[in-house]
């Protein structure tokens, strides 16, 4: 299955934020607008709204004559004091941190609009070409041989992500422009607009066999990788197993066993020359292919 593709030229932490919340990048694209953020009143507005409450109730009491005797003073400190404190240090309207998490990454997502790539922006066609460069790349990335340094980390590490994004953002161009294609010539055509939708649908289907090449030469380079791999694995079996040739060759040896055995054990050693051979061999076909993948020379 095809995941989100973010720009490589976007800041990490940024590109982190827009992987994490691929839903909301998906509502957003059908048009969803989230609520705008609370208003916080500001502290001088705070303590505005608490003196002119704590004045009405003045007034109110004085039409009543209740100030006169004492009472009123008392009502207004009971209530008025406490009111004004809490304008003065009370918090502002504290947002939840899921919304304002939300918020950010829509912020985000407007921001860097065109630097991404959904599942949802492709056609299933361009979703499985995609989804087969992505395996491709993730078979390379995670090799041993990778891991390990035998192949050209640096390289892989800068060129892999810049063919996954040009991969993602060529296939939702042409899963974009193939639907506007299909919904007019949906609709019939006359001779004369079919002379000239035949050839840009030509031009369509050469766009895509050329995205096809970019797919196709990343996994001829994934299996480079994975015969590497293979003979990486071997030698270090080989590599194991030579390593306790001694103890083998004692054994033998004190078991009386077959004589024969010692040189079937003692051909280890061959094996492990070979299949270092075949590892360097292997390695060399990699970068091979590598240096073949559009764009690189």
């Given amino acids: 299955m095809a995941e989100m593709v973010v720009d490589p030229g976007v800041p990490p932490e940024d590109a982190s934020l ?7 990048l998906a509502r957003m694209r059908r048009g969803w607008v989230a609520d705008p953020p609370p208003r916080r009143m500001s502290r001088l507005g705070r303590v505005t709204v608490v003196v002119l409450g704590v004045l009405t109730l ?12 004492g009472t009123g003073a ?5 209530i008025g004091v ?10 502002d309207i504290v947002e939840d941190d899921d919304v304002r998490d939300e918020r950010e990454a829509l912020n985000r997502a407007r921001w860097y ?4 790539v959904l599942p949802e922006d492709l056609d299933e066609a361009s979703q499985r070409l995609l989804a087969r460069g992505q395996a491709a790349i993730r078979a390379i990335t995670y090799s041993a041989v990778n891991v390990e340094g035998l192949l050209d980390g640096v390289r892989n590490a800068v060129m892999l992500p810049a063919q996954e994004w040009e991969i993602a953002r060529l296939l939702a161009k042409l899963s ?6 299909r919904q007019t010539v949906s609709e019939g055509v006359t001779p004369e607009v079919a002379a000239v939708a035949e050839p840009l649908a030509r031009a369509l289907d ?10 196709e030469a990343l996994e001829r380079y994934a299996a ?3 015969e590497a791999e293979g003979a990486y694995r071997a030698h270090h079996q080989i590599e194991e197993l030579r390593g306790r040739l001694g103890e083998y060759e004692e054994l033998v040896a004190e078991s009386g066993a077959d004589s024969f055995a010692v040189p079937e054990i003692s051909r280890l050693a061959q094996e492990a020359d070979q299949l270092e051979q075949a590892l360097r061999r292997s390695i060399t076909s990699a970068h091979e292919a590598f240096r073949h993948l559009p764009g690189e020379s």
Avoid: C
């Fill in 18 to 24: 827009l992987h994490d919340n691929p839903h909301l």
């Fill in 74 to 78: 008392l009502i207004i400190a009971l």
């Fill in 58 to 69: 003045v007034i109110m009491l004085m039409g009543s004559g209740a100030v006169s005797n």
């Fill in 82 to 91: 406490p009111l004004l404190i809490m304008a003065f240090v009370g918090a």
């Fill in 176 to 181: 974009a422009l193939r639907a506007k294609h």
């Fill in 113 to 116: 609009e065109g630097r991404y």
């Fill in 206 to 215: 050469s766009s895509e066999n050329a995205v096809v090449a970019r797919v």
């Fill in 224 to 226: 480079n990788v994975a």
